[in-house]
Nanobody, 126 residues
Framework: QVQLVESGGGLVQVGGSLRLSCAASGRTFSTYGMGWFRQAPGKEREFVAAIHWTGGITNYADSVKGRFTISRDNAKNTVYLQMNNLKPEDTAVYYC???????????????????WGQGTQVTVSS
């Protein structure tokens, strides 16, 4: 059974930092493109960041560019999202996702992903 489990969410003040982790089990995702998405209350889920299976190519939403960094440790089957200089508008449930085929890049469109975690809440207070 394929499983993605996010962790690292929580409550942080404006300007603070958090690091989210996404641990994969049931399959080796080291050759799969991965992504992070988020969904704020009353809004649709949106793309945050994505990473190529090699880790060599990353993509970001304009709203987080320069503040968030996606990375991966394929030996640990884990993807990370380092979030700095957090803003109230970053408050959302954050989801990690994996592409459905190996040797894949990250993708902007959530329909390109086959596997999803359960989400972790990030709340930025002012």
């Amino acid at each position: 059974q394929v499983q993605l489990v996010e962790s690292g969410g929580g409550l942080v003040q404006v300007g603070g930092s958090l690091r989210l982790s996404c641990a994969a089990s049931g399959r080796t995702f080291s050759t799969y493109g991965m992504g992070w998405f988020r969904q704020a209350p009353g809004k649709e889920r949106e793309f945050v960041a994505a990473i190529h299976w090699t880790g060599g190519i990353t993509n970001y939403a304009d709203s987080v560019k320069g503040r968030f960094t996606i990375s991966r440790d394929n030996a640990k089957n884990t993807v990370y999202l380092q979030m700095n200089n957090l803003k109230p508008e970053d408050t959302a449930v954050y989801y990690c996702a994996a592409r459905g085929r190996p040797y894949s890049s990250g993708a902007y469109n959530e329909n390109e992903y086959a596997y999803w975690g359960q989400g972790t809440q990030v709340t930025v207070s002012s």
